[in-house]
Structure formats: structure tokens, C-alpha cells
């Protein structure tokens, strides 16, 4: 029989917290190199403990274009407007790509649709969101934004996001292509508050080469990324970079450090790489 002490502790006890989700937000803008990234995203999170969030970010409809089509469409998910609003072609591609790789399924998931308004636009931000029983998501989102970083960085206040991916292509060249410029990518990496990957030329079966200088914040880096990693199985190499044969010493220790501290979370370390030269041309090479 509980005495009254058993029964006033196990109701002082917390009730239990639900397991943290690992979030992911990809922008895709239409080009290829956006959708390999949103491959990428999928393999990431692939499991029912990730959230996956795909945003394309539009203009703001200044010039009153879709005045009255927000009417015409206030019961419908954004994916059924038609193809004549700017993103939802893109949208829509994601989610047939999504369906393909069968990171989520036409049958036993719910649907929701969602909207925001947004001043100065007339739809707003809309969404489909796509829940399956063990409470992972996969959304599409068409955001409004003016400017197309802001967007992002205002969509991670919204999600909380662990990890940022952006496409970036140097071949393919259009209106879109101007989402992911350089300045555009570098004032997301160094704004967000969580870890940003900027892709290019992503292929399937290639691993992470991840550098190191052995200061804390590459070793926050490393671990991060190698953690990140894991997750779609991909193989990891390091490298640090000796600026001289002076500095090859200090360089195999940092390699040899980042591996420790790997071997420690159970992550192994395909390949170490400890090159003399320049920085960013010896990291490319070994890449």
C-alpha cells in the first residue's frame, strides 16, 4: 500500500520531456543545385526524430497581381493554386521529389494548411504541412520577404532550426539564381544562429571533409558537422592545413585532436589529411 509520502513524490515527479527534434530548414529557388540540396536534406532527415522544412522565399506583391486570389483560394492548400503564383512550381517539384524518395507518404499522413498574413501582399505566407504518427513533419512553405536573407533568417526565428541548407550553383545563372548569391549566403552563414551549409555539386556517396585549426569554435564546428553527418551515414575525413613545414606539427595534432574527440562520440574518421601550403587551395584540392 503507497503511503501519502510515495504517493506526494510521484506527483512532484516531472512528467517526462518529449525527445528534442533535429530541424532542418532547406531553401530551394529552382535550380538544380537546390533540389540536389533538398536530396541531401531528405537523407539528413530521414528518420522520425527530424523535421524537415522546405521555404522558398518570394518577392512581396507590389504591383497587386494576385489581388483577389486570395478569395478564390481561402479553402485550398497552396500546392492546389495552379502554377501561375512565383514559387509554388518549385513547391510543388519538392514535394512530387519528397514523394519519390519516400521521405513522406501520400497515405497516413495528415495534411494541414496554414497562413499568415503579411502587410502589403495579398496571400501572405502560406504552408502544407504533412504529419505522420510519430509527429515528424515535412513542410513546404512559400514565404514573403523583400529581402530574400531576412526571409530566412526570420524563418529560423519562426522553427528554431538546427541546420540551414542552401543550394548554390556557379553554372546555372537566372532571376532565381540571384536567391543564393555570395553576399546573400554569407549574411545568412554568419547571422544564423545555428549551423548553415551552403552545398554545391552535392552527389550522392561523397562524404564530409571537415577543417580544423584547433581553435574551440573549429572544434565546435567539427563535432557539429560530424554529428550532422552521421545522421545520412556519410563518411568523414579531416584535414588541417599547414601554412609551412613549421606548422605541420601543430596541424597533425589538430587533425589528431578533432579524431579524439570523435573516437569519444563513437564517430570514426575515414581519412586525416595534414597538407602545407594554402589554405583554401590545399582544401579544395583534398576535397
Known amino acids: 500500500m503507497a503511503t501519502n509520502q510515495t504517493v506526494a513524490a510521484a506527483r512532484a515527479e516531472p512528467a517526462p520531456q518529449p525527445a528534442k527534434r533535429f530541424r532542418i530548414l532547406v531553401c530551394i529557388d529552382g535550380t538544380d543545385e537546390s533540389y540536389r540540396a533538398l536530396r541531401y536534406a531528405a537523407r539528413i532527415g530521414s528518420g522520425n526524430d527530424a523535421d524537415l522544412v522546405v521555404v522558398n522565399v518570394r518577392p512581396p506583391d507590389e504591383a497587386g497581381r494576385l489581388a483577389g486570389f486570395k478569395e478564390r483560394t481561402a479553402d485550398q492548400g497552396l500546392l492546389h493554386w495552379g502554377l501561375e503564383i512565383p514559387g509554388v512550381r518549385h ?17 497516413g499522413w495528415q495534411e494541414e494548411i496554414g497562413h499568415i498574413d503579411v502587410k502589403g501582399d495579398e496571400l501572405g505566407d502560406n504552408k502544407v504541412v504533412y504529419t505522420n504518427n510519430a509527429g515528424k513533419k515535412v513542410v513546404l512553405k512559400l514565404k514573403v520577404a523583400s529581402d530574400v536573407a531576412a526571409g530566412i533568417l526570420q524563418q529560423w526565428d519562426i522553427g528554431h532550426y538546427d541546420l540551414i541548407i542552401l543550394g548554390a550553383s556557379r553554372k546555372e545563372r537566372s532571376l532565381a539564381k540571384s536567391v543564393w548569391d555570395p553576399p546573400v549566403a554569407d549574411r545568412i552563414a554568419w547571422r544564423a544562429p545555428c549551423s548553415v551549409l551552403v552545398a554545391s555539386a552535392l552527389e550522392e556517396g ?5 577543417c580544423t585549426d584547433g581553435s574551440e569554435r573549429a572544434m565546435a564546428a567539427v563535432r ?26 601543430a596541424a597533425k595534432n589538430h587533425v589528431e585532436d578533432a579524431a579524439r574527440m570523435l573516437a569519444g562520440l563513437g564517430i570514426p574518421v575515414l581519412n586525416k589529411f595534414t597538407p602545407v601550403g594554402a589554405p583554401a587551395e590545399e582544401i579544395i584540392q583534398a576535397g
Open 91 to 107: 513547391l510543388k517539384k519538392a514535394r512530387d521529389l519528397l514523394l519519390e524518395w519516400h521521405t513522406f507518404e501520400s497515405q
Open 206 to 210: 561523397h562524404g564530409h571533409l571537415i
Open 224 to 249: 557539429q558537422d560530424a554529428l550532422v553527418a552521421s545522421r545520412c551515414n556519410c563518411a568523414i575525413s579531416l584535414i588541417a592545413v599547414a601554412p609551412d613545414e613549421a606548422g605541420l606539427a
